[in-house]
């Protein structure tokens, strides 16, 4: 913001100060970014992108958000200083952009609900990255595939008391969409560590190269 807003007005574009300005936001936004795809509960799930829903509705808040404002903040000032005109004037200029924002709210309507129910229809395929090794654990050491499955147990224990305690805690201040969304988080998460432990056993008891039992002997 600073270098935007000194930039080619108090200070020439190429002033070095001004060129480390967009030098650190470029590296910041990097860190951010990398910090983000690391951390175990990030602030913005970047997986979230991946999603046209969110995607869409993040671009149009943005160029959105990018055009009014400067609309709202920069043709006031464009009509006082330069043709003279009053505050009232300013403000009657801003109405055809503001009744056109009426007029296009039914059509944006339309599109959200549109995404929403293609959003709702879409079938996720399960990514659980134990999946693809399941299939070749007979072939490693059973010892050592129990100890890395005791530890996803204690791991997917504290996600399961996390989740129930941000399902508590917003139990009064959210709407019941997103309290269902976190109590399905909440869900799933105790269906998987039951998965967990059933696997955790037969590795422990070297039952993975078994083969003509069900899971339930």
Same mark, same amino acid.
């Given at each position: 913001?600073?270098?935007?807003? +000194? ?14 300005? #967009? @030098? ?7 860190? #951010?970014?990398? $910090? &983000? ?12 992108? *991946? %999603? *046209?829903? #969110?995607? @869409? ?7 959105? /958000? ?37 007029? $296009?709210?039914?059509? /944006?309507?339309?599109?959200?609900? /549109?995404?929403?129910? &293609?959003? +709702? +229809?879409? !079938? ?23 100890? =890395?499955?005791?530890?996803? =147990?204690?791991?997917?224990?504290? #996600?399961?008391?996390?989740? %129930? ?10 709407? $019941? ?20 432990? $059933? ?7 070297? *039952? +993975?190269?078994? !083969? /003509? ?5």
């Amino acid at each position: 913001m600073f270098a935007l807003e +000194l930039g080619g007005k108090d200070y020439a574009w190429n002033w070095y100060p001004i060129i480390s300005l #967009f @030098a650190g936001f470029a590296l910041l936004l990097i860190g #951010f970014i990398y $910090r &983000e795809s690391k951390a175990a509960d990030p602030i913005v799930p970047l997986v979230l992108f *991946r %999603k *046209r829903l #969110f995607t @869409a509705s993040q671009l149009i808040s943005f160029f959105y /958000g990018a055009v009014m404002i400067s609309a709202a903040t920069y043709i006031p000032i464009y009509v006082q200083g330069v043709y003279q005109g009053t505050a009232s004037q300013s403000g009657t200029v801003l109405t055809p952009m503001m009744l056109g924002v009426v007029a $296009r709210t039914e059509a /944006g309507k339309a599109l959200f609900h /549109g995404l929403l129910s &293609e959003q +709702l +229809l879409e !079938r996720m395929p399960k990514c659980n990255p134990i999946y693809a090794a399941l299939p070749f654990v007979h072939h490693g050491n059973q010892e050592e595939i129990a100890g =890395i499955l005791r530890e996803r =147990i204690e791991q997917q224990e504290q #996600f399961i008391l996390h989740m %129930k305690s941000v399902y508590e805690e917003h139990i009064a201040t959210v709407p $019941r969409g997103v309290l269902h969304l976190m109590m399905g988080a909440y869900e799933h998460a105790k269906i998987e560590l039951s998965w967990l432990e $059933r696997l955790h056993k037969d590795a422990e008891h070297g *039952r +993975l190269l078994e !083969r /003509g039992t069900s899971l339930e002997e």
